[in-house]
């Protein structure tokens, strides 16, 4: 059985950091993109950043750019993400996904390319 399991959220105040694991097992992704999703209340899920299976190519929202690292550690099967500098708009449920095995490298911004999914950490940042 295939799981993600997300860890590391919690209530930070503005300007803090938190780490977000997720660890996956059921089989191994370390030729998988993967990529992590929030959804807010009320507003639709939106794409945070993405990894490529080789960490050699990454890709982020605009509203995290220079804030949030994504990046894997293939041989615990496991992706984190870095965010600093944490704003009130960061709170969301945070989720995590993983795509298919391929043999070339890439990365995806696209939720429906994400076939495995957490089933998310909640982050809130207060003012």
């Known amino acids: 059985q295939v799981q993600l399991v997300e860890s590391g959220g919690g209530l930070v105040q503005a300007g803090g950091s938190l780490r977000l694991s997720c660890a996956a097992s059921?089989?191994?992704?370390?030729?998988?993109?993967m990529g992590w999703f929030r959804q807010a209340p009320g507003k639709e899920r939106e794409f945070v950043a993405a990894i490529s299976w080789s960490g050699g190519m990454t890709d982020y929202a605009d509203s995290v750019q220079g804030r949030f690292t994504i990046s894997r550690d293939n041989a615990k099967n496991t992706v984190y993400l870095q965010m600093n500098s944490l704003k009130p708009e960061d709170t969301a449920i945070y989720s995590c996904?993983?795509?298919?095995?391929?043999?070339?490298?890439?990365?995806?911004?696209?939720?429906?390319?994400?076939?495995?999914w957490g089933q998310g950490t909640q982050v809130t940042v207060s003012s």
């Open positions: 059921g089989r191994t992704f370390s030729r998988s993109v």
């Open positions: 996904a993983a795509g298919p095995n391929y043999n070339y490298d890439y990365v995806e911004r696209r939720a429906t390319s994400y076939i495995y």
